[in-house]
């Protein structure tokens, strides 16, 4: 996986999501904008983070393991049980 890059700053965080209140946007493919990067932040339980291109890339993301968004590229996320996260941009 990607790694944020070190000349890109925060800049925006989503409020704090559990699988009940998941926006259909994110469990659906969907990217962020050229030059968008973003954190998924896991605080409890996992999500399965699937990157559909260049090639799809299956992971799965817990407090230790979060997820790297990389500009442009499509994704989604799906709730594995209980869950709470948020997104935190950077650019």
């Known amino acids: 996986m990607k790694t ?3 000349n890109v700053s ?9 699988e009940h209140t ?4 994110l469990l659906n ?3 962020t904008k050229e030059g968008v990067w ?3 932040v896991i605080l409890e339980g996992e999500l399965r983070y699937t990157i559909n291109e260049p090639e ?3 992971m799965i993301l817990n407090s230790e393991n979060p997820g790297t968004v990389e500009p ?3 994704h989604q996320v799906e709730p594995l049980g209980s869950v709470r996260f948020y997104v ?3 650019r």
């Open 56 to 58: 799809t890339e299956i």
């Open 88 to 90: 935190e941009f950077y």
């Open 4 to 6: 944020i890059p070190a």
């Open 72 to 74: 442009a590229i499509r």
């Open 38 to 40: 973003g954190k998924i």
């Open 22 to 25: 998941i926006p259909a946007g």
């Open 29 to 31: 493919t969907h990217n």
């Open 10 to 18: 925060a800049y925006k965080r989503t409020p704090e999501f559990n």
